[in-house]
């Protein structure tokens, strides 16, 4: 499957700042959140699970979005929701479902971690050329999302699941993976020296 | 029980300036992360499970945090790790898991997860007259800490969990109060406008 056709994605991308922390400080934060090799190899047997799934997933993500106007907002312009806002994220963000599950957790992976903190932070809507939504994602909604990014990915994995076991330990190594995912992205809204 | 003997606990406390939110934005807020009142109620029944097990609660916890140099830092001194300070700390952390699951959400609840934050992003050690710890507990270690704090709770209510629903449930209610603690926490650390 080709990547380099989704608009504004950039993972890999040379040309992007390194993040703020390297090797050392992830496998920091990794234990810090219980993020185990285990995991990640629960997180690529997941992989084959989610993939066929994603847009499935992502009509069930924007469909929470969609229903709460305080989540809307952030896609919305003075004349209502930006069709063409909501499409770009889309893509990019089943695109980071891909990317998590295969956790390839490097330094270009944590790059554009990054790269994802800022756009929501600042400067949002710059990548597609959107003018005219909020500025920011305000943080207090992306820590929020934990839960639901979380807890609506169980019944997507289930259907590939070997058994209760299986699901379970999936289960787990993705709400490390999201966890640590939103600990990354909040680096470029936290004040200077506090992250 | 008395909690006016916790030095530096302050629910409750007037003077407290009052939390960014008010009842309309932890509504949202509550919402984003799948906070019910079924929640709820789940933590309510929860509290007379982990309530006698809160020592041993926190001796997991600390001995997580002590495994961790990363982590134990904030607590530490030039001299190591700052006794005084792990236990006044302790007496208030134990203090949050019994406020946390009588669920008791009002603005003064609101005011004082502010204060904690607060307490996290600066000033750390002011409440108990504590010097020469480090200024700030990282924001992204506050972030990862989600998933310990719930996995680690869920042996603790298995105990008294009527039956698997019963104790999925309750871990479920706990693990949304978590995200939303540290939802709230994050304010005092997020730029002006961004959180």
Redesign the interface.
């Known amino acids: 499957m080709s990547t380099t056709a989704i608009p504004g994605y950039r993972y890999g991308d040379p040309a992007l700042p390194p993040a703020p922390?390297g090797a050392d400080g992830l496998r920091?934060?990794r234990?810090?959140?219980?993020?185990s090799d285990d995991d990640l190899a629960a997180l690529s047997e997941a992989a084959p699970i989610i993939e066929p799934q994603i847009e499935e997933i992502l009509d069930t993500w924007y469909g929470f979005v969609g229903s709460?106007p305080?989540?809307l907002a952030s896609f919305s312009t003075a004349e209502g929701p930006h069709q063409g806002y909501l499409a770009a994220v889309r893509a990019r963000f089943g695109q980071w479902i891909r990317d998590t599950l295969r956790a390839g957790y490097d330094d270009r992976w944590l790059a554009y971690q990054r790269e994802i903190g800022r756009r929501h932070?600042?400067g949002k809507g710059e990548a597609d050329g959107i003018t005219g939504t909020p500025e920011?994602v305000?943080?207090?909604?992306l820590?929020?999302?934990?839960?639901?990014i979380?807890?609506t990915m169980r019944p997507f994995l289930a259907k590939g699941a070997r058994d209760a076991e299986h699901l379970e330990r999936m289960h787990?190594a993705w709400?490390?993976a999201v966890?640590?995912s939103?600990?990354?992205w909040?680096?470029p809204?936290?004040?200077e020296?506090?992250?």
Chains 1, 2 share one sequence.
């Open positions: 922390i920091d934060l234990a810090a959140c219980l993020l709460h305080f989540l932070a600042s920011v305000p943080y207090r909604y820590a929020a999302l934990i839960v639901p979380t807890v787990q709400f490390k966890v640590l939103v600990a990354l909040s680096e809204y936290v004040r020296g506090w992250w």
